[in-house]
């Protein structure tokens, strides 16, 4: 199965900063297949991203995705307080899928 | 508007049987997937399996195959996710979602809130 590994672990950055947060596989996710979920604990996940770039009905043009192969990367161009989460990328190019372990993005 | 919403908070011990569940309301149950993560403590989110509503089709996460069952009542559009004899180790938060319209491939645009589950003798 394909290992995905976030990084970094944990980012800290101030509101109205750019987050970067990078997904690499251990081998090429076939098709771009990726998506990236923003969790904050005690609720719903939250779809942000699929096919790698296309954000999902109702988010914001802040979140934006890219990469391919074996890299993958979630831009958050201006912070905003709710965006303080956990998030996930996700594979669905080969079966099983696959999630990361998570990155947690926390206000310095 | 498309809601999941899961039944409450298990606290059981080892060996014990346990079968929890997933609402589906505000579109037609019967058309989509709906899948099942498991979280444990502290960790990242594992995908454990999905099933068909509208027949029942099933797959399994190999990590997960013979350890759960996912079962789905299309008549009370509700899915269910059940454990036959318990272990201190199926202490996590278990989420059901579905499966995206459409999508190629599987990932998830709604997800339910998450039940807790917690074995300890």
């Known amino acids: 199965e394909i290992v995905l590994t976030q990084s970094p672990a944990t980012l800290s950055l101030s509101p109205g900063e750019r987050a970067t947060l990078s997904c690499g596989a251990s081998?090429?996710?076939?098709?771009?297949?990726l998506a990236w979920y923003h969790h904050k604990p005690g609720l719903a996940p939250r779809l942000l991203i699929y096919?790698?770039?296309s954000r999902a009905t109702g988010i914001p043009d802040r979140f934006s995705g890219s990469g391919s192969g074996t890299h993958f990367t979630l831009t958050i161009s201006r912070l905003e307080p709710e965006d303080f989460a956990v998030y996930y990328c996700?594979?669905?190019?080969?079966?099983?899928?696959?999630f990361g372990q998570g990155t947690r993005l926390e206000i310095k | 508007e498309v809601q999941l919403v899961q039944s409450g908070a298990e606290v059981k011990k080892p060996g014990e049987s346990l079968k929890i569940s997933c609402k589906g309301s505000?579109?037609?149950?019967?058309?989509?997937?709906i899948g099942w993560v498991r979280q444990m403590p502290g960790k990242g989110l594992e995908w454990m399996g999905i099933?068909?509503?509208?027949?029942?089709?099933?797959r399994y996460s190999p990590s997960f195959q013979g350890q759960v069952t996912i079962s789905a009542d299309k008549s009370i559009s509700t899915a269910y996710l059940q454990w036959s004899s318990l272990k201190a180790s199926d202490t996590a938060m278990y989420f059901c979602?579905?499966?995206?319209?459409?999508?190629?491939?599987?990932?998830?645009?709604?997800w339910g809130q998450g039940t807790l589950v917690s074995v300890s003798s």
């Open positions: 979602a579905r499966r995206a319209d459409k999508a190629m491939g599987i990932y998830f645009d709604y």
């Open positions: 505000g579109y037609k149950f019967t058309s989509y997937w």
């Open positions: 099933i068909y509503p509208g027949d029942s089709d099933t």
């Open positions: 081998q090429s996710v076939s098709s771009n297949y």
């Open positions: 096919d790698t770039s």
């Open positions: 996700q594979q669905y190019g080969d079966f099983p899928i696959t």
